[in-house]
T-cell receptor, first 114, second 115 residues
Framework: AQSVAQPEDQVNVAEGNPLTVKCTYS??????LFWYVQYPNRGLQFLLK??????LVKGSYGFEAEFNKSQTSFHLKKPSALVSDSALYFCAVGASGGSYIPTFGRGTSLIVHP | EPEVTQTPSHQVTQMGQEVILRCVPI?????FYWYRQILGQKVEFLVSFYNNEISEKSEIFDDQFSVERPDGSNFTLKIRSTKLEDSAMYFC?????????????FGPGTRLTVL
């Protein structure tokens, strides 16, 4: 069975500082990893995904994520946070050869302070 | 940019009533999904649908739930007799391909409140 963990319920960061939202996963087979963002009263918006290739994936709104196979992690990062980045962030994992339905984490609330 | 749409945005119903949540997936997508998110909790998979039939469903998707694609554009989730614990955000999603690497695109959700 595949699973994903987002160990932090909330991340607080000052505007202009770098941010990291953590995600670790467990799958059989090669992982497909996704990050989604959810703004208040909105649906999930796709940010980026890792399928294969370069471990550093760049996505929307200046976000990037680093795939680390040995640590089974896929942390979301941004060099300089904006107040408008404040939202709920979900990591999701699927796997080759497994269910095509991605499994979502519990979400991490990112709060960027002015 | 094409997007998944859902109606209504908010539905309030009495316990025991039937509700139908509607979704219009992206037009060239072939695979459709319903998820739910109870307040403050994770996004949970309910059901996937392809070629006019359910391809996969979770334990949550019991006999009270059904899905249908009544025409070429709509994709609906019906809850026959709502319970208080059905109160949640319900998200529809679609993807073009079946593969696990293909991205799902989500609608804005329907907030269902069961009183």
């Amino acid at each position: 069975a595949q699973s994903v963990a987002q160990p932090e319920d909330q991340v607080n960061v000052a505007e202009g500082n770098p941010l990291t939202v953590k995600c670790t996963y467990s799958v059989s087979g090669n992982p497909y990893l996704f990050w989604y963002v959810q703004y208040p009263n909105r649906g999930l918006q796709f940010l980026l995904k890792y399928i294969t290739g370069d471990n550093l994936v760049k996505g929307s709104y200046g976000f990037e994520a680093e795939f680390n196979k040995s640590q089974t992690s896929f942390h979301l990062k941004k060099p300089s946070a904006l107040v408008s980045d404040s939202a709920l962030y979900f990591c999701a994992v699927g796997a080759s050869g497994g269910s095509y339905i991605p499994t979502f984490g519990r979400g991490t609330s990112l709060i960027v302070h002015p | 940019e094409p997007e998944v749409t859902q109606t209504p945005s908010h539905q309030v119903t009495q316990m025991g009533q039937e509700v139908i949540l509607r979704c219009v997936p992206i037009s060239n997508h072939l695979y459709f999904y319903w998820y739910r998110q109870i307040l403050g909790q994770k996004v949970e998979f309910l059901v996937s649908f392809y070629n006019n039939e359910i391809s996969e469903k979770s334990e949550i998707f019991d006999d009270q739930f059904s899905v249908e694609r009544p025409d070429g554009s709509n994709f609906t989730l019906k809850i026959r007799s709502t319970k208080l614990e059905d109160s949640a955000m319900y998200f529809c999603a679609s993807r073009q391909l079946a593969g696990g690497s293909d991205t799902q695109y989500f609608g804005p959700g329907t907030r269902l409140t069961v009183l």
